[in-house]
């Protein structure tokens, strides 16, 4: 039984979009889908049904970090047979040649968090996106004339922490950016055989340590936003 997601079987499309903000999935329900429904607003984490270019496509808020989202990527496949997941979200560049509101795809995603400890005890899981998805994007970006950068991203725990120089590990290593939730949505689309990628847009970098004003945001995300509708 879904607990956090109030919808019916067949209420959501088998490929949804998944921004960490709610706030923004209505935003691009109402903006690029056709026919928009709001199928779930529970804990205010909405979720949508509508369509892009004709295909049916869902876009469900996950809140922030991998707890959270976890549990949204498990009830989205356990429950309602999701198939493809595509998280939308924002994170901090870690190398200096990425300007905010670049976007990056993440071929893979490097993980802190003892999500992947507990599971893989000693060992080294690789979190990667799905082949399939990930080429689709990069051709989909081609095709509209929007640059991305692909490569290796950090999924970690916490956004502020007591080692603000961290950071500078992971980037001396090709990481690009980090975020919160990657690297859980790979683990667990690999565990249950479906398919994911995120695409992220450059939100604020820890290199310059400049930051994206709020307001002008959710506009500014469209581009990415495109990528991953075209995946539906
Ligand atoms: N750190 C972690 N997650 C983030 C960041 C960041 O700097 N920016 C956007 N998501």
Redesign the pocket.
Known sequence: MSVHIAAKKGDIAETVLLPGDPMRAKYVAENLLENAVRYSEVRGMYGYTGFYKGNRVSIQGTGMGMPSASIYINELIMFYDVKKLIRVG???ALQPELKLRDIIIAMAASSSSNIHRRLFTDMYYAPIASWNLLKKAVDAAEAANISVTVGNILS?DE?YNDSPELWKLWADYGVLG???EAAALYTLAAKHKVEALAILTV??S?VSKQEDASEDRERAYMDMMKIALELA
């Open positions: 924002s994170c901090g970690g956004f980090v975020e919160m939100s604020d820890l």
